[in-house]
């Protein structure tokens, strides 16, 4: 799935979300019938309610690729491209009712990625696959989707910095769900010999 930017609730929430819909909907037609349509509308969004993103982290695993051209032999002569996620940037908007607690929260995830040239590199190109994933307190996965961002390395250049365009995530808001019930993971989509030799490199560090 490509994305540049989109707006969807995580899909193992969607008929929580069609239920609090429904919720404030009914909610909207008692309220509306008991005072102005002016007062409803003020009530909502003067002082609106502003709650903090949900936290973030890059998993350690999937902070770095490193990709050999095919038949290499690992060394550095090999590796056609390499990649870091430099940090995760978040944007929020809070919808939440005044009186219920119940709404929603809009999060623009862009992840930031220093992409490196590799000796074996000849066609200026290389492909970084990431994914961004929701999980709750518990770290039970609610949303996972991965993306692709093709890069390519103008003339001589070896080193550059990108932001990703916004993944716009949608998740619910009630009481005793916050924003802080919920976590944001991402790193990159890597095939298992590249998980391996991570994994070898940050055992080598640890020496």
């Known amino acids: 799935m490509t994305r540049a930017a989109h707006s969807n609730p995580l899909p193992a929430l969607r008929g929580l979300g069609r239920l609090i819909g429904t919720a404030a909907a009914a909610g909207l037609a008692v309220t509306l019938g008991g005072c102005s349509a ?3 509308v003020s009530e909502t969004i003067s002082a609106p309610i502003v709650l903090s993103c949900p936290k973030s982290w890059v998993i350690a695993d999937a902070l770095n690729l490193t990709k050999f051209q095919d038949g290499g ?23 939440v009712d005044k009186k219920t607690k119940v709404g929603s929260m809009d999060v623009e995830v862009s992840i930031v990625v220093n992409a490196t040239r590799g000796p074996a590199n000849r066609d200026h190109k290389g492909r970084y696959d990431y994914f961004v994933s929701v999980t709750d307190n518990d770290r039970k996965v609610l949303y996972r989707e991965a993306f692709v961002l093709p890069v390519e390395f103008p003339g001589n250049k070896t080193k550059l910095q990108i932001r990703t ?23 990159f989509k890597l095939t298992h010999d590249q998980l391996e030799f991570n994994r070898a490199r940050i055992q080598n560090a640890k020496k």
């Open 38 to 40: 002016y007062e409803y």
């Open 73 to 95: 032999r690992k060394d550095l002569i090999d590796v056609e491209y390499e990649g870091d996620i430099a940090g995760i940037e978040l944007g929020c908007t809070t919808k």
């Open 165 to 187: 365009d916004p993944i716009v995530l949608q998740i619910p808001i009630e009481p005793g769900k916050s924003s802080g019930y919920y976590k944001i993971f991402t790193g």
